[in-house]
């Protein structure tokens, strides 16, 4: 821990390929990286207001977390050597209330015989990814329950905040077979 070349202040997220550890620092916009063996390695930038890192055979498949309902992109894929190589815009844009309440699990995933499948929050669709695309693969019907990114505007207290469980269906985890 601490501020140095190959020291970070939170891990946000890891991920591991080919033995090789890639830890997100969201504070400070970085990925450090080590070997298996637990030697520093580098950093790469992070696109702004990364929380999520998965690696896959191209790079690193970067997800931002959207609690302002604002940011331009979603996802973003940058290769190993830390080059921007693609932007995915974000679908789900909503209008800023400012009442306090922040959404976990907004971007879940998993992988299933090196497939990896994600959801976001505000959709009723888990995607593959693959060949730097999201494919939809299943469609949930959530009987009218699926958050939307205008719900999250209702939400105008602590009370509503309490509310919004009982109006829509959460995803806390996305698990395959």
Request: hydrophobic residues 35%.
């Amino acid at each position: 821990e601490g501020k140095g070349s190959h020291e970070y202040l939170d891990c946000s997220d890891f991920s591991i390929n080919n033995k090789v550890i890639y830890i997100l620092s969201a504070m400070m916009d970085k990925i450090f990286i080590y070997d298996n063996q637990g030697n520093f390695l580098k950093t790469l930038k992070t696109p702004r207001e990364t929380t999520n890192i998965t690696c896959f055979d191209s790079g690193l498949l970067c997800y931002s977390y959207n609690p302002n309902g604002n940011l331009e992109n979603s996802f973003d894929i940058i290769d190993y050597a830390g080059k921007h190589i693609k932007a995915f815009p974000n679908k789900y844009k909503f209008k800023y209330m400012p009442n306090g309440v922040l959404f976990l699990n907004e971007y879940l995933r998993y992988h299933l015989n090196n497939n990896l499948f994600i959801k976001e929050m505000c959709s009723d669709t888990i995607f593959s990814f693959t060949n730097m695309r999201f494919t939809p693969i299943i469609i949930l019907d959530r009987g009218g329950k699926t958050i939307r990114a205008s719900s999250k505007e209702e939400i105008k207290s602590l009370a509503d905040a309490f509310n919004f469980k009982s109006k829509y269906i959460i995803d806390y985890e996305l698990l395959g077979f």
